[in-house]
């Protein structure tokens, strides 16, 4: 199993000095990939390159160029499925490079040695979990103007939680982030605060003159406002998402694009939607890690049509209807929690456990 540790580094003044040659090289070698693609030119080996003259490339580790040219080579492979082709990469904005660790060891306490850099640069934050062998590291430069490093770790398989028999469904929705089919409404936390932030900040960059110094310390500033709003959501989610993997065996969500978003407007929908996609992969890597099933419901599946206690199929019904009574059964049901549990019957229908 792979596991990763993502980390702030402090590098000293010649640290970064170092790095920012190591993102420098990379992006022009990426750069110079996009380009032979782009006119249809054999695009030669890093190693070949550096006899021709481009000798400055030694500076920095070849490893890094390597991964530069395995990603560039996987950016081709997602465009036959999902992705737009490979682009040229700018020099403003995140900055990144990979090298891979070769059974060194890199990690001495909380100092990273990097090949080629004689020093060690110092991680932020607690001390660094033994997690295991490390694979590779990469090292990037943020908006928010501070340089992080992922590691990552190849890791023995955790033991499976001991089996529990509860099950439980989830419906997602726009004002409640989702609602479970044990009928618990699980909200967003407030993140009022900090996305008025963000929005006073980007008013503050679109007063600065382009091109100026100010212009540049605020765009960090609006980084870093944009950032805390992400965070926060993020640490919200991994919350739940430990806890419904902790506690039920398995767990049933619906697939995306379910009619109830649809219906929505278009921009409460994206939002939403980001936020679920983030959440349905959390639930999935914990789930495999602690021996759970997660089951993906039909994308269009009636769950807020069907009634939960009879099965019997109403009408269509507009968003704005959250309680009703079934003609056939006279149950009364709250919507969500009615689609909850009709979530849970769908997923578990399939499957014996
Ligand atoms: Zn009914």
């Known amino acids: 199993m792979f596991d990763c540790v993502k980390r702030e580094i402090r590098p000293s003044a010649d640290q970064a000095g170092y790095l920012s040659k190591c993102f420098g090289h990379t992006r022009w070698y990426w750069n110079y990939l996009v380009d032979c693609g782009k006119s249809k030119v054999r695009a030669k080996s890093y190693a070949d390159l550096k006899q021709e003259g481009f000798d400055w490339l030694s500076e920095i580790p070849a490893q890094a160029l390597a991964n530069a040219k395995l990603h560039y080579q996987q950016a081709w492979k997602n465009v036959r499925t999902h ?30 040695f990097v090949p080629k850099l004689k020093s060690g640069m110092r991680i932020m934050g607690e001390a660094m979990p033994n997690k295991g062998v490390l694979k590779s590291a990469a090292c990037s430069l943020e908006p928010d103007g501070k340089y992080y490093a992922p590691f990552l770790f190849d890791c023995a398989n955790p033991e499976p ?11 997602v929705g726009i004002e409640t982030f989702c609602t479970t089919s044990d009928g618990e409404k699980i909200k967003l936390p407030n993140l009022k605060d900090k996305e008025q932030k963000a929005i006073r900040e980007q008013k503050r960059l679109s007063r600065k003159a382009k091109g100026g110094k100010n ?10 406002a944009h950032k805390a709003v992400g965070g926060a959501r993020r640490d919200f989610q991994r919350k739940l998402s430990k806890k419904i993997t902790d506690e039920n065996q398995v767990i049933v969500i619906e697939g995306l694009a379910t009619k109830n978003m649809l219906k929505n407007h278009r921009l409460a929908r994206a939002i939403a939607r980001q936020g679920w996609r983030q959440f349905a992969g959390m639930l999935q890597y914990k789930a495999e890690r602690k021996g759970r099933t997660l089951v993906k419901a039909g994308r269009w599946h009636p769950s807020s049509r069907i009634c939960s206690a009879c099965g019997s199929r109403g009408t269509r019904k507009p968003l704005s209807v959250r309680v009703w009574q079934c003609l056939d059964c006279g149950a009364i049901h709250d919507r969500d929690i009615n689609a909850a549990i009709n979530i849970l019957t769908a997923g578990t229908a399939g499957i014996a456990c």
């Open 215 to 224: 212009r540049r310390k605020q765009k960090i500033k609006l980084a870093r």
């Open 83 to 112: 992705t737009a082709p490979p682009t040229f990469h700018s020099r403003r904005g995140r900055q990144s490079f990979t090298v891979c660790c070769q059974g060194e060891s890199w990690l001495q306490g909380n100092l990273v």
């Open 161 to 171: 939680l001991p089996h529990t028999d509860k099950k439980i469904g989830l419906d």
